[in-house]
């Protein structure tokens, strides 16, 4: 029986993927661990793996295809003896592979010789029903249907395989409007800024997978996440004369520690003093995490991704340096596997460098926590009385307040504080 190979779920949070390129044409010979495709998330390119031996009878997806759901066929692989024709007649989806499959879809990724960072297998969930929990599984003929009448496919049940939404469904739905009459529907709660603007005065730019899923995640997390914010000043001065001597001494070795060095270690060892922030918020419970493992932000041209030192309170501040660049490095080149930017139990977004006094960061679920870092900028403060100058640097803690009490944060805040502005103590 003829395979389908499946646009796999290479991360939880994939809704869908880029098919950027096939590596195989029609009527090659395939063996299990050959690569087929490179696949674009929004935030890595991949490489595909076959999982089964056979030809490839039929590729379903153009190379360049964006927005392709998770679970959609792609492709078919036919099995010894059969021909061409049998891709042709095979539409129903591949059985619904065991609940392990979508991790295994990522857990086997691996680094590609060029501009990928992992390679899938081809097993991927099945799809659920229009009126399951998650999101609405239907044919592209189906939503191109369904976005020219503006109909809301969460509404439709799907008559296809496994609640699949398909074009009769569409078609037969209830008050739909005239073909070309309205505009698609825009998401619950959003504004098209379009209706305020004359047409022809601006350009439209159509986002990017990236930019899709900031949008989606931030908005998430902003409603469903209980914000706070606390914000405290560090003196750098002692600091930077620690930075300045051991920049001196590991010249030779090509050592150059940067603040945001001393800021990942810091935060880390806060987490490990204070156990009881290092925590994610999982509905009916608490997931208190064994290490600090610590998001450093990095801008990309049109978003931003957070690459994830792990176990960084068992790092010194010359091997959280060198992780951080080489991450920040593949992060740029869009080579990070999802292992390396998932997760996470605390993140550092430092926006010093573009001279931002201070700011306030949305939380990245699943982390509970994120330290929005401003500018060290020289101002007047008081000690014993007498008014000095000193490098003084403004950080803001956002908390989850289902997870982080605010006394609890502000414990973490001051264990922070006092690894900064006395750095030896790091060594402790």
């Known amino acids: ?65 964006e927005g392709v759901p998770v679970n959609d066929p792609i492709a078919v692989i036919l099995e010894e003896g059969e021909d061409a024709s049998a891709a042709d007649n095979l539409s129903t989806p591949a059985p619904e592979p065991k609940a392990d499959a979508k991790k295994s879809a990522a857990k086997d990724a691996k680094p590609a010789p060029e501009k990928a960072s992992g390679t899938p297998t081809m097993a991927a969930p099945a799809p659920k029903s229009a009126g399951s929990r998650g999101r609405v599984f239907a044919s592209p003929l189906a939503k191109r249907i369904a976005q020219d009448k503006g109909i809301d496919l969460s509404s439709i049940t799907g008559s296809g395989p496994r609640g699949r939404i398909v074009k009769a469904d569409v078609e037969g739905a209830p008050n739909a409007a005239p073909r070309g009459k309205s505009k698609p529907q825009a998401p619950l709660g959003s504004i098209d800024a379009r209706a305020f603007y004359e047409e022809g005065s601006f350009d439209e730019i159509p986002l990017n997978s990236m930019r899709k899923t900031i949008a989606r995640r931030l908005t998430q997390s902003k409603q469903e996440i209980p914000h706070y914010y606390l914000t405290i000043d560090c003196v750098l001065d002692e600091l930077l004369k620690v930075r300045k001597h051991l920049n001196e001494e590991g010249a030779e070795q090509g050592i150059k520690l940067s603040v945001n060095d001393f800021i990942v270690r810091a935060s880390a060892l806060a987490l490990k003093k204070v156990p009881a922030a290092n925590v994610s918020f999982a509905d009916d419970a608490l997931l208190q995490h064994h290490h600090s493992d610590v998001g450093i932000a990095v801008a990309l041209e049109g978003g931003l991704i957070t690459p994830i030192i792990r176990r960084a309170e068992e790092k010194g501040l010359a091997e959280i340096s060198a992780e951080a660049k080489e991450l920040a490095a593949r992060a740029r080149d869009k080579k990070l596997s999802p ?49 000095k100058a000193a490098t003084v640097m403004t950080v803001t803690l956002s908390c989850d307040h289902r997870a982080i009490d605010g006394a609890l944060g502000a414990q973490l805040l001051a264990a922070f504080k006092s690894y900064i502005e006395y750095p030896p103590s790091m060594l402790l």
């Open 1 to 65: 029986m003829p395979i389908q190979i499946l646009m796999p779920a290479l991360s939880p949070t994939m809704e869908e993927g880029t098919l950027a390129k096939w590596l195989v044409k029609e009527g090659d010979e395939v063996r299990s661990g050959d690569l087929i495709a490179e696949i674009e998330t929004d935030k890595a390119t991949m490489e595909l793996e076959a999982i089964e031996e056979g030809t490839v009878g039929k590729l379903l997806i153009a190379e360049g295809t």
């Open 339 to 387: 292992a390396e930017f998932e997760g996470g139990s605390f993140s550092v977004s430092n926006l010093g460098m573009f001279g931002i006094k201070n700011f306030t960061a949305v939380i990245n679920p699943p982390q509970a926590a994120i330290m929005a870092v401003g500018a060290g900028e020289p101002r007047p403060i008081i000690v014993n009385g007498e008014v």
